[in-house]
């Protein structure tokens, strides 16, 4: 089963960007649907972005056109670009992947804490 690793979280001002990065303990090449996904603070885990093999993504309402995801089967690293970040964006990220953006397979990360907090 592939393990994640989410980095690049932190403390941002209403406004500001985050980039983050995920690195899969093995190859991503094989595996249609990679997404993020973030769960803030009593509430479920919710998908935020997927990335296909074909490149399709696909976005929560609430990040389309400030949030862009993408993927390099290369490095086995997924990444989600986050721009005029919102208080509400506050959660942890986690990234994993599968047949579909609700269909994860992988073992959850830690995640990445992203607060955004003025």
């Known amino acids: 089963q592939v393990q994640f690793v989410e980095s690049g979280g932190g403390l941002v001002q209403p406004g500001g960007s985050l980039r983050l990065s995920c690195a899969a303990s093995?190859?991503?090449?094989?595996?249609?649907?990679m997404a993020w996904y973030r769960q803030a603070p009593g509430k479920q885990r919710e998908l935020v972005a997927v990335?296909?093999?074909?490149?399709?993504?696909i976005y929560v309402d609430s990040v389309k056109g400030r949030f862009t995801i993408s993927r390099d089967n290369a490095k086995n690293t997924v990444s989600l670009q986050m721009n005029r970040l919102k208080p509400e964006d506050t959660a942890v990220y986690y990234c994993?992947?599968?047949?579909?953006?609700?269909?994860?397979?992988?073992?959850w990360g830690q995640g990445t804490q992203v607060t955004v907090s003025s």
């Open positions: 990335v296909n093999s074909g490149g399709l993504t």
């Open positions: 093995g190859s991503i090449l094989s595996i249609y649907a």
């Open positions: 994993n992947g599968g047949p579909s953006g609700n269909s994860p397979r992988g073992s």
